[in-house]
């Protein structure tokens, strides 16, 4: 059985109505998504906006955004970055579409190239998997030929920024990179159970907003919130202030149904309402509530 306060609040039709209206209300005319409302389509606003219509089981269909998607592939089957390559092929994935050209060769290519030196990250970079991430997501959802190899080199190279405390990180430990590892390590068949991973997942748990990306840290933001829960999601553990995880989401929601990084602030995006309907949906999987929660 599922919180008494989590599912009625979670499930009211108009929580998930206010979304699809938001996501809708940022559908470009030429295809394409865009969250501030311009008829400037782009990768990351398409793909998000297709996944929280898909999270919602909203029926959708648009060849204009197939064709705009497609469009983000070059001729030689490239894309400008792996970033685009996974908006564009996993949102055509939601409108039941295909590239234009066979993308595999071009995923492979990054697959054999995922040692990168987190020295020479950019500062924007905040997650050392992220892209390591949207390559594996690619690679497995593609069906290409698994290569052993390959898929235990990956392997090793995140577990060596597993930290004593049990958390991922590149010297120190945070939860959006153990959120990532764990997705990562759990699609490619590593027992991630082993990990002892629900040790730093605990320490991150707060009773205030319910994680926080580094232990003993007041600061959240729902992207944490998120990480969190889906960190407790793929090792089958109950967020311990699931409640305080609620909370936050919602109050994260605008007045125009979408959501902000934090609660009763800020411009509501399209990734940050990706964030907060993926989390919703978890915290109302079964996963969550078929035993009482661990302490």
């Not at 008494?4 to 030429?30: E, G, M, T």
């Amino acid at each position: 059985m599922t919180s008494s306060w989590i599912k009625p609040h979670f499930l009211q039709k108009d929580v998930n109505n206010q979304i699809v209206d938001y996501v809708f209300a940022r559908q470009c005319r030429r295809g394409g998504f865009c969250f501030y409302k311009l008829e400037e389509p782009n990768g990351s606003d398409s793909y998000h906006a297709l996944s929280i219509l898909d999270l919602l089981e909203v029926p959708f269909q648009d060849e204009k955004t197939a064709v705009y998607l497609r469009n983000m592939q070059h001729d030689d089957g490239s894309y400008d970055s792996v970033f685009s390559a996974y908006y564009s092929i996993k949102g055509l994935r939601l409108l039941q579409h295909r590239p234009r050209y066979n993308p595999e060769p071009y995923i492979r290519k990054h697959l054999e190239r995922f040692a990168l030196d987190v020295r020479k990250l950019p500062p924007e970079i905040h997650s050392i998997f992220k892209r390591l991430l949207y390559v594996v997501e690619l690679y497995l959802s593609l069906g290409m030929e698994r290569d052993e190899w390959v898929e235990k080199n990956i392997v090793d190279f995140i577990l060596s920024f597993q930290n004593e405390d049990r958390g991922f990180g590149n010297h120190k430990s945070n939860l959006t990179d153990t959120a990532k590892a764990l997705v990562m390590l759990d699609r490619l068949g590593y027992p991630v159970q082993e990990l002892e991973c629900e040790r730093f997942i605990r320490l991150c748990a707060t009773p205030l907003f319910g994680f926080t990306d580094i232990p003993h840290r007041s600061l959240s933001y729902l992207e944490y919130i998120h990480a969190g829960i889906l960190a407790s999601y793929v090792i089958s553990i109950r967020p311990r202030y699931s409640d305080s995880c609620a909370t936050f989401i919602l109050d994260c929601q605008n007045r125009n149904g979408g959501f902000s990084r934090v609660p009763h602030a800020g411009i509501a995006t399209m990734e940050d309402t990706y964030y907060a309907a993926h989390a919703m949906k978890m915290l109302l999987s079964e996963r969550f509530w078929q035993e009482p929660p661990r302490r």
